[in-house]
């Protein structure tokens, strides 16, 4: 069992910078490939952003790619996404997933992919 707990989130201008933080609890996280989903109002669930058990291999969505950077710390158990000149179309809640049973390193973008997830932090940037 994985609980994941994200952090980080609030209110932004437009062009300005959060970090979000998913903290997890158990022994699985450094096995874990994790990632990044967002949730717009009335949108479904996308990928953001998806970092190997290592963390020396990542994926992004291209929405985001060259200003969102995902990184982890397996002493620290958490993952972070450093979301910089965000823009008001990232307005969304933000989710971070587990998925300890994949051993390679190809991209996982889809929701299925990961067993669990957290409640999620709300990210607003305002125009």
């Known amino acids: 069992q994985v609980q994941l707990v994200e952090s980080g989130g609030g209110l932004v201008q437009a062009g300005g910078s959060l970090r979000l933080s998913c903290a997890a609890s158990?022994?699985?996280?450094?096995?874990?490939?994790m990632g990044w989903f967002r949730q717009a109002p009335g949108k479904e669930r996308e990928f953001v952003a998806q970092?190997?058990?290592?963390?020396?291999?990542?994926y992004y969505a291209d929405s985001v790619k060259g200003r969102f950077t995902i990184s982890r710390d397996n002493a620290k158990n958490t993952v972070y996404l450093q979301m910089n000149n965000l823009k008001p179309g990232d307005t969304a809640v933000y989710y971070c997933?587990?998925?300890?049973?994949?051993?390679?390193?190809?991209?996982?973008?889809?929701?299925?992919?990961?067993?669990?997830w957290g409640q999620g932090t709300q990210v607003t940037v305002s125009s």
């Open positions: 997933a587990a998925d300890p049973y994949y051993s390679g390193n190809n991209p996982r973008t889809r929701l299925d992919a990961y067993t669990y």
């Open positions: 970092i190997s058990r290592s963390g020396d291999i990542t």
């Open positions: 158990g022994r699985t996280f450094s096995r874990s490939v």
